[in-house]
Structures are given as C-alpha cells and as structure tokens.
C-alpha cells in the first residue's frame, strides 16, 4: 500500500465545467504525478511535481493545470472538461526510484 | 529523448503456456531504471520489478523472468506456466531523472 488516495473515484461531468481531482499521500514522498490512461497509449504524463509550488508539464499537458501548496496533496484541475478528457486518471508518487500508484478516478465528459 | 514500445498489442495463450512479453526502449542516457507494471482487471497499477542499467543480470521471481539486454535495448519479461491469474495489462516503463515512461501496455488473456 503506497499510502495514496484519490478523489473522486468516478466522476461524470458536463463539457466546459472545471474538474478538480485530489491526490493524498500519507507518506511525505517528494515527488507526485499525474498520468491518464487511454486505449492504445498506454499511461501518458500530465504533470508532474518535486515539491511543493514545484510542478512541471508533461507529454500531455494543455487543458490541465496542476498545484501543490502541501506535500500530501497534488490537485489536477481541467479548466474546462471537453469529451477527449475522458479518462482514467491516475496519481502516483515515486519512492526509491519506483514510481507506486494510487487507485484511479473514472473521469467522463459528456 | 525517451521511448518505450510494447509493440505486442494483446496475446492470448492457454493455461500453462510460456509467453513472453517484448519491451524495447530508447534512450541516450547511460543511467536509467526500466520497470514492468501488471493491471489486472480490477485496474490497480501493480509495481513489478525494477533494474537500473548497470546490472544486466536476468532476474527469476518464481514463475516470473526478465532478460535485460543493452545491446538490444530490450526488457523482456516472461511467465513460465502462465494460469488465469496471470490475465491482465502489463506495461514497461524506463525512468531517467524521476520522470517515468510508459510503453501502451500488452494485453494478456490467459484461457483455462
């Protein structure tokens, strides 16, 4: 268990409202991520974090925003939900050089 | 730049076959870390094993092998004897500087 939460765990959402999912770890882990998972593209980058107020972009970054103000927390924000951001999201935290993941959020726009 | 290519997509075997499940990376780093994940239906991300680059030595974990190769930039993994339990997605990753890589996943349905 990597100590790691996610909410919500499903979420349906109409096009063009903001998104907001949380990540909480017990662990006080340094680094956290964000990926989304898609057919045929396996696990792909969102954001990324090395610290708190420290976050940088991933391969698929445009139309999400991240922050982190503590160390337990990594919010991922999609400004305004469009139909290609439906998804599986997962959080993850990286722990001895192994990055160790949290659940998923079911994420559906319509 | 980096790049993970499981360019098998899904492979279906029965119950008590070996398979082998190919990886192939890209890097120009001489430091990395390569990684394989198992998703089983229920969809949690499982952690594997990792092997950082300087140690070639092919790993057995019971019914469990990976073949790291540097000359063909490759992390194979194989199940000796596959059972039902073994059905799931599984994905190859390489990390470098605590950024991680993922390969698109093979799937893997092992029939009784």
């Known amino acids: 268990d990597a100590g790691i939460t996610q909410s919500p765990r499903h979420k349906v959402t109409e096009t063009g409202t903001p998104v907001t999912l949380r990540c909480h770890q017990t662990e006080n882990h340094r680094y956290m991520y964000w990926y989304r998972q898609d057919p045929g593209h396996g696990l792909r980058l969102i954001h990324y974090s090395y610290g708190v107020k420290d976050t940088d972009k991933g391969e698929v970054s445009d139309g999400y925003s991240v922050s982190r103000s503590k160390t337990e927390d990594f919010l991922l924000t999609l400004e305004s939900a469009t139909s290609s951001q439906t998804s599986v999201y997962f959080c993850?935290?990286?722990?001895?050089?192994?990055?160790?993941f949290g659940e998923g959020s079911w994420l559906t726009v319509v | 730049a980096q790049k993970v290519t499981q360019a098998q997509t899904e492979i279906s075997v029965v119950e008590k076959e070996d398979v082998t499940l190919d990886c192939v990376y890209e890097t120009r780093d001489t430091t990395y870390y390569l990684f394989w994940y198992k998703q089983p239906p229920s969809g949690e991300l499982v952690f594997l094993i990792r092997?950082?680059?300087?140690?070639?030595q092919n790993e057995i974990s019971g019914r469990y092998s990976w073949n790291f190769q540097k000359s063909t930039s490759s992390f194979n993994f194989t199940i000796t004897a596959s059972q039902v339990v073994d059905s799931a997605v599984y994905f190859c990753a390489l990390s470098r500087f605590n950024k991680f890589y993922f390969g698109s996943g093979t799937k893997l349905n092992v029939k009784p």
């Open positions: 092997r950082n680059s300087f140690d070639e």
């Open positions: 993850a935290i990286g722990r001895g050089n192994t990055i160790y």
